[in-house]
């Protein structure tokens, strides 16, 4: 499992809890999702039974499915899939060397969680990914595309191929993505094979968006070899996956049922997903849900999130302070243009206080004026220094054509910024360091800065 995934639920919740965002609403009104969205979810289940792969005719690898932690992931699935509001139907689709419909789309996740638990392993050692995969897709294809329809599939995999002896020559690394691995009675080669479940991968993540449990246990011990078949069939999955954030990558078995529910989570997002003006093949798609999720930014008007609107100095205080759990201040701030009595008044004192915001002087920080991208990056420096993270990357600028347009103090800030990811090129030539920062510029930018701290 990501590790950081829980630790990230459990940091959000508690915080959270404390940082409802008050007064910042004044500004910025929370709006209710559209209830009126149904979902439909492909379970795609890995139901084969072990496979091994050998080296100088030693096994050195095995991979079981453990289909009691696989019926056992997917009912917790279910379970968290029956707590959220909306409307969802689910389908189970299993795979051995050929794909079955256990289920087709239903709402009755009672007795779906019968069929499931009824699922036995097969004593085929064949895994087609690509079956089960195109197999959900023809199920997902039957739903009708329209604007409250959602649509997802769900795979769990260990990685597996057919089964046999396999041999092993030359230097394995990301370049070559396994193809040295050949199956000794066919002659396929592993990436041929990963090939065939990519490309369906691929059709299905037209219609729908896929998420991929993949189950890597390397296992004390095990020879360089064996751990280089694993590493080849986490990449592939992984490559199956819609984006990086759709890929959840355990070690313990025991420890599926809480990917699953984190799966379940992230697929119940689409249908709270509020706003009508971000679409899921924007770049920014990601970066809003993220920081909408866990109240970090939220919308502008019944179902707009505005993301070419540019944000306020203020409100880029506010969220720190909230993140902080609106910490008591008992002094005053210097600034003139932030009065006692503004929804933003104690963030900016609390941030002035520890040296986060500076202000253009002492006595002017200008609240309302529209924060820069150069902007941003001094903010969040100062914020990372004042929780101790890592200040110390700084990034060649000099390749982007505006680099001399980054204002001096700022400088180190924009360098540090750029080498952690945070504030990228606007283009590959252009930092854009004092333009405006828009409101989903912002959002990418949290969105990575809390990925990475957390």
């Not at 910042?24 to 969205?37: G, M, N, P, R, T």
């Not at 090939?195 to 020879?223: C, H, I, R, W």
């Not at 759709?246 to 025991?254: R, W």
Request: proline content about 3%; glycine content about 6%; overall charge negative.
């Amino acid at each position: 499992m990501k590790k950081t995934i829980l630790k990230r639920m459990m940091l959000f919740c508690s915080v959270f809890l404390f940082a409802l965002f008050p007064l910042f609403f004044a500004s910025e009104d929370v709006f209710a999702a559209d209830d009126d969205v149904t979902t439909y979810t492909v379970l795609v289940l890995d139901t084969s039974g072990q496979a091994g792969f050998k080296y100088n005719n030693q096994l050195i690898y095995t991979a079981d499915t453990a289909i009691g932690y696989v019926k056992q992931a997917a009912n917790t699935f279910l379970l968290d899939v029956l707590k959220a509001k909306g409307d969802h139907y689910v389908a189970v689709v299993s795979f051995t060397e050929n794909a079955a419909v256990v289920s087709d789309f239903t709402n009755d996740l009672n007795t779906l969680r019968e069929k499931i638990s009824a699922l036995s392993s097969s004593n085929k050692d064949l895994r087609n990914i690509a079956a089960g995969l195109d197999t959900a897709d023809a199920l997902l294809r039957k739903i009708p595309d329209q604007d409250n329809i959602k649509k997802s599939a769900v795979l769990f995999t260990t990685g597996m191929t057919n089964t046999g002896d396999y041999t092993y020559s030359g230097k394995y690394d990301s370049g070559t993505v396994g193809s040295s691995w050949k199956n000794i009675s066919t002659g396929v080669k592993l990436y041929a094979y990963a090939n065939t479940a990519v490309n369906s991968a691929n059709t299905l993540k037209q219609n729908a968006e896929l998420y991929v449990v993949g189950l890597f246990d390397t296992m004390d011990g095990m020879p360089t070899q064996g751990r280089a078949v694993a590493e080849f069939f986490k990449m592939t999955a992984r490559d199956l996956a819609s984006v990086d954030e759709s890929f959840y990558e355990i070690y313990d078995p025991s420890q599926l049922d809480l990917g699953f529910e984190d799966v379940a989570d992230s697929v119940t997002d689409i249908l709270t997903f509020p706003f009508n003006d971000v679409r899921y093949s924007d770049w920014y798609y990601r970066s809003v849900k993220y920081v909408w999720k866990h109240n970090l930014m939220q919308g502008t008007s019944p179902g707009k999130f505005s993301p070419e609107i540019a944000t306020t100095r203020a409100m880029i205080v506010m969220v720190l302070y909230n993140f902080e759990g609106n910490p008591t201040v008992r002094t005053e701030n210097t600034f003139k243009d932030v009065a006692v009595g503004t929804w933003y008044n104690d963030a900016v004192t609390w941030a002035q206080n520890n040296g986060i915001v500076l202000g253009f002087s002492p006595e002017r920080f200008g609240p309302e004026m529209n924060i820069t991208r150069e902007q941003m990056a001094a903010i969040l420096y100062r914020y990372a220094d004042y929780k101790n993270f890592d200040t110390s990357p700084r990034a060649v600028l000099y390749h982007y054509r505006d680099w001399n347009k980054i204002s001096k103090y700022a400088f180190d800030y924009m360098a540090w910024a750029n080498a952690k990811g945070y504030i990228q090129g606007t283009s590959p030539s252009t930092l854009s360091p004092r333009n405006e920062a828009t409101r989903a510029q912002v959002a990418a930018i949290f969105h990575r800065f809390f990925r990475d701290v957390l």
